[in-house]
């Protein structure tokens, strides 16, 4: 097999050419590996051949990206290498930018992988991680020769096209995508393993990290009710009966608005709750228990509030994706705002 | 409470003159259990066809599945509440014919609509959904239902759910004088070191109403609040499945050969000590009501002297909350806590796989993304039905050729949450 070729990309310390003082060094190249490089070649072992390294200062990078990025990416050209390795940038933040960034755009301009290697507190994680397989690393260079085997390891598995493992087995950041394995023990034996790993104090890992979902601040109480626009927004699935436009009953990915000028109540037998998570009986015997259009209309007319919207807007709330939830969520908030309502009664079921 | 489990390992169903068992074949009167499973008030008729493990068959619209098991001796019957009166069951001796399921396929005879309606999740005898169904791996008996004119759904259901429990004893019935059974297990709890470490299994099962429930002892448990159970109950039918939202339930045969009490009893004695069963239902109306589930199955636990708690879930959505509740107030009382679950990350695994989370669910056993999808081949028989409905197919109710290839996900397939936990299946972050 003829050995991969790597472009290896490294700021202008890690390239020999000065500390903060040359950080607005223009981008550069030298034949084969420098500094860390040479240790990622070792790494790299017969496999593969770092052929060439590109330097350039932190911040001439991240004050003038565009530039660098189409002068290193022409740079890079003369190699015409089969996967890119970007750092390792530990936790320096401008570094991490310029790593990530080159490591975009080298995959979107010629097709082939790139990996670099940042510390967790690097806000290029976050940035670049669903984009990029970044290894993991410790926060400064005292950890480059941990870095530098997973990097080489990923980089020739990304270069040959071999399948990559999960992202704790190959030490990179999860990209934000959950794919299918299969084990040979059931969900019970492994249950019991993690158990007794726990109960006994020994490390244990979870199948499923779990993300915070983060809180939804209330909003502030609505300073003029009597003057005030009120829309009703319900997840209860009542639609038209029907259902003309076809709302799912369950793992919604649409909301629709239907009218309510005119009316005082919502009839029996005219609307209809689409709803598979929750019993409908008793919102079909009164459509009002989900959207509750008659009371709504004595406070219009009492002036408890101003004026109610002349539309309702509903969705499903079941079994829903919570991320489509907030799309659904931030397109009907955009909606009402663009209507003039102030406050809405938002209806669950 | 000592429970001897001896199996007669069935490799082979046929219809023939007589109901009998031997050399592993087990004969069917088909006339004999057409009567049994009958009630001529309610339902109009019973057709019986068998399935068998590799076979490029179909079976749809299935509600529950059995296994036949019959109580040897003392007073207490299998599927007790069912067949006879509801005597605590899980000791004696019990005979079961393994590798055999009884299945009932049946349309419902009135519409319904909302929670309370049937989902559609299929058994394929072989191919890629096989490991994602139950009873792909057991020789079935499949009892086909048709509702008499006029009954209602409760009437219809109740009277098929009873006919099965009839046909079940009967299939069982033909081992009560065999000799030599194939395997003879023994379950009981106790005879644990004091070092070992204490753990209970936290069965949280999926209760909604009608066509969305769960019996205990023959009854619905729409009050229940969390109880205790030995182990041993399950493995003579104290729990009984009447939940047709497919895809997540927990079949009375899932629950008979239990994969989590069966994984708690291998290590039992050895590295663990298995005190017993947390039972209790999710769904909760409101979230006080999650709460109280939750502090009431903690205080269960810790007054068993639990130390350590598996937990699993039946159902998805809503009843993640009292999931949650229920790990949480285990983890507060000092008790370590490993939940198992299934992932709804959408088709790509990239969307939140769950829908709320306790930050002290920090141990957690994934069967994988439920929501991926996969292709089924074109099958030469379908049994139950030529079309299905599935809630979603591409979106939004559709009536498909149930013999075609189709393209699904666990959604679609009988059980397949649960039979992805159970096989192997799980997800990994990339």
């Keep these: 097999m003829t050995p991969l070729k790597v472009v290896h990309y490294i700021n202008q310390f890690f390239g020999g050419i000065g500390g903060e003082d040359k950080a607005d060094a223009s981008p550069t190249y030298r034949s084969g590996p420098v500094g860390p490089g040479t240790a990622l070649a070792r790494h790299l072992g017969a496999g593969a051949t770092v052929v060439g390294t590109l330097i350039c200062g932190d911040n001439y990078f991240v004050e003038h990206t565009d530039e660098a990025v189409t002068e290193l990416l022409q740079l890079a050209k003369t190699y015409d290498a089969d996967v890119l390795v970007a750092g390792p940038a530990f936790s320096s933040g401008r570094y991490g930018t310029a790593c990530g960034t080159l490591a975009r755009a080298w995959q979107a301009e010629t097709g082939k992988p790139a990996v670099t290697a940042m510390n967790e507190n690097n806000p290029g994680v976050e940035l670049f991680r669903s984009e990029i397989h970044v290894v993991r690393s410790g926060p400064t260079a005292a950890s480059m020769s941990e870095a530098l085997p997973r990097l080489a390891a990923l980089a020739l598995k990304l270069g040959r096209g071999v399948e990559v493992g999960p992202a704790d087995a190959e030490g990179y950041f999860p990209r934000g995508v959950r794919q299918p394995l299969r084990l040979e023990q059931g969900a019970g034996e492994r249950a019991v393993e993690l158990l007794l790993a726990k109960l006994a104090g020994r490390p244990y890992r979870t199948e499923l990290p779990i993300e915070d979902f983060g809180a939804v601040p209330p909003a502030p109480p609505v300073p003029e009710l009597g003057r005030a626009v009120v829309a009703l927004v319900t997840e209860s699935g009542l639609v038209p009966h029907g259902n003309p436009d076809r709302l799912e009953t369950w793992n919604a990915s649409r909301w629709f608005k239907y009218p309510i000028a005119g009316l005082d109540d919502l009839e029996p037998g005219r609307y209809q709750a689409w709803h598979g998570g929750c019993d409908t009986t008793w919102t079909n015997e009164d459509p009002d228990r989900a959207v509750p259009l008659d009371a709504a209309r004595l406070l219009e007319k009492a002036g408890v509030i101003g004026r109610l919207y002349d539309h309702y807007y509903v969705t499903t709330g079941n079994m829903a994706n919570i991320k489509t939830m907030a799309r659904i969520g931030a397109e009907i908030a955009q909606d009402l705002r663009a209507n003039g309502i102030q406050a809405v009664v938002l209806t669950a079921t | ?430």
Aim: hydrophobic share 40%; aromatic share 8%; with cysteine.
């Design chain 2, 1 to 430: 409470m000592t429970l001897t489990l001896e199996s007669f390992e069935v490799r082979a169903v046929e219809f023939g003159p007589r109901t009998a068992f031997a050399g592993g074949v087990l004969s069917i009167d088909l006339e004999e259990i057409r009567r049994l499973a009958g009630d001529g008030r309610f339902i109009e008729d019973v057709q019986v066809e068998l399935a068998s493990p590799g076979e490029a068959t179909r079976i749809v619209h299935v509600l529950d599945a059995l296994e036949p098991r019959i109580k040897v001796d003392g007073e207490a019957v299998a599927f007790p509440g069912f067949l006879g009166p509801a005597r605590t069951v899980g000791h004696g001796v019990t005979r079961r014919l393994a590798g055999l399921a009884v299945l009932e396929s049946a349309e419902l005879p009135e519409p319904t609509g909302g929670i309370l309606e049937f989902n559609e999740g299929v058994i394929d005898m072989s191919g890629p959904g096989a490991d994602r169904c139950a009873c792909s791996t057991t020789h079935n008996v499949v009892l086909l239902f048709t509702a008499r004119r006029g009954a209602t759904n409760r009437e219809f259901e109740s009277a098929l759910r009873l006919g099965t429990l009839r046909v079940t004893r009967r299939l069982a019935e033909t081992v009560l004088d065999a000799p030599g059974p194939d395997a003879v297990e023994r379950f009981e709890l106790g005879g644990a070191g004091p070092d070992l470490p204490r753990v209970v299994y936290v069965d949280q099962v999926q209760h909604q109403g009608f066509l969305v429930q769960t019996f205990l002892y023959g009854q619905p448990i729409e009050h229940l609040v969390p109880t205790v159970l030995h182990p041993n109950e399950y493995f003579d039918g104290a729990v009984v499945s009447g939940n047709y939202r497919s895809m997540m339930k927990v079949p009375t045969w899932l629950r008979l050969n239990h994969p989590v009490i069966r994984a708690l009893y291998r290590r039992h004695a050895r590295d663990l000590n298995f005190i017993g069963v947390v039972f209790c239902r999710g769904h909760h109306g409101d979230h006080l009501l999650k709460e109280r589930n939750g502090h009431m199955v903690a205080n269960a636990a810790r007054m068993l002297g639990a130390e350590g708690a598996v937990m699993t879930l039946e159902g998805t959505g809503n009843t993640w909350v009292d999931f949650m509740q229920s790990a949480r107030a285990l983890e507060r009382a000092g008790i370590k806590t490993v939940q198992i679950v299934h992932e709804l990350g959408g088709p790509e695994g990239k969307d939140w796989p769950v829908v709320d989370y306790a930050p002290e669910a920090d141990a957690i056993v994934s069967g994988g993304g439920a929501d991926r999808r996969f292709a089924l081949p074109a099958v030469a028989r379908v049994v139950g039905g030529a079309e299905v409905v599935f809630s979603t197919a591409e979106g939004w109710g559709q009536r498909v050729n149930a013999a075609d290839s189709l393209t699904v996900s666990a959604h679609e397939m009988y059980a397949g949450f649960w039979m992805m936990q159970t096989n192997g299946f799980t997800a990994r972050d990339f």
